[in-house]
T-cell receptor, first 111, second 113 residues
Framework: GQNIDQPTEMTATEDAIVQINCTYQ??????LFWYQQHAGEAPTFLSY????GLEEKGRFSSFLSRSKGYSYLLLKELQMKDSASYLC????????????FGKGTRLSVIA | EADIYQTPRYLVIGTGKKITLECSQT?????MYWYQQDPGMELHLIHY???????EKGDLSSESTVSRIRTEHFPLTLESARPSHTSQYLC????????????FGPGTRLTVL
């Protein structure tokens, strides 16, 4: 079966650092994606990991451990505009299969 | 990123009407997808396509149909709209390589009265 787990909700304060975890169990693995989705809008692509390690992109970083079936998205210097849902998605096999999405983590950034 | 267009952006329609939601893209991507998403809830895959004349059913496909006659277009049709179809419908595309990123269009917000 395919299963992706991430926390439902998180709250953090401005300028803080927050880590959103994602664990997955899929029949295969061909890449992990993180998306940001503001309320009422479409998801936008944040990051992609296919090899173990950390990928940094500005204030956002994403980490992958394939042996543990684990990833996290790290957001630094939080801003109010970072309040959104963050979706973890896995491509579980060949590139032709649709992404398997988690249910998303709703992050609230407070002053 | 892909240029993905969805029309209409908002639609309010009565029960029983037939509707077609349009999705078009200009990047020549082979793979296209339709998702349904209620506010604050998870994405549900409705249909997808690997290329022209290819269509596959997702988890939530039984009340809708799609076609892929041209690479650029992937319309979604509801034969008889019901209030339970009220939702946001998101179209997405992915490039032609195996690990290409999936990008989303702006969505169509449908309300069935």
């Amino acid at each position: 079966g395919q299963n992706i787990d991430q926390p439902t909700e998180m709250t953090a304060t401005e300028d803080a650092i927050v880590q959103i975890n994602c664990t997955y169990q899929t029949s295969g693995f061909n890449g992990l994606f993180w998306y940001q989705q503001h309320a009422g809008e479409a998801p936008t692509f944040l990051s992609y990991n296919v090899l173990d390690g950390l990928e940094e992109k500005g204030r956002f970083s994403s980490f992958l451990s394939r042996s543990k079936g684990y990833s996290y998205l790290l957001l630094k210097e939080l801003q109010m505009k970072d309040s959104a849902s963050y979706l973890c998605a896995v491509r579980d096999n060949s590139g032709n299969t649709p992404l398997v999405f988690g249910k998303g983590t709703r992050l609230s950034v407070i002053a | 990123e892909a240029d993905i267009y969805q029309t209409p952006r908002y639609l309010v329609i009565g029960t029983g009407k037939k509707i077609t939601l349009e999705c078009s893209q200009t990047m020549g991507h082979d793979k296209m997808y339709w998702y349904q998403q209620d506010p604050g809830m998870e994405l549900h895959l409705i249909h997808y396509s690997y290329g022209v004349n290819s269509t596959e059913k997702g988890d939530l496909s039984s009340e809708s149909t799609v076609s892929r006659i041209r690479t650029e277009h992937f319309p979604l049709t509801l034969e008889s709209a019901r209030p339970s179809h009220t939702s946001q419908y998101l179209c997405a595309t992915a490039g032609n390589r195996g690990t290409d990123t999936q990008y989303f269009g702006p969505g169509t917000r449908l309300t069935v009265l």
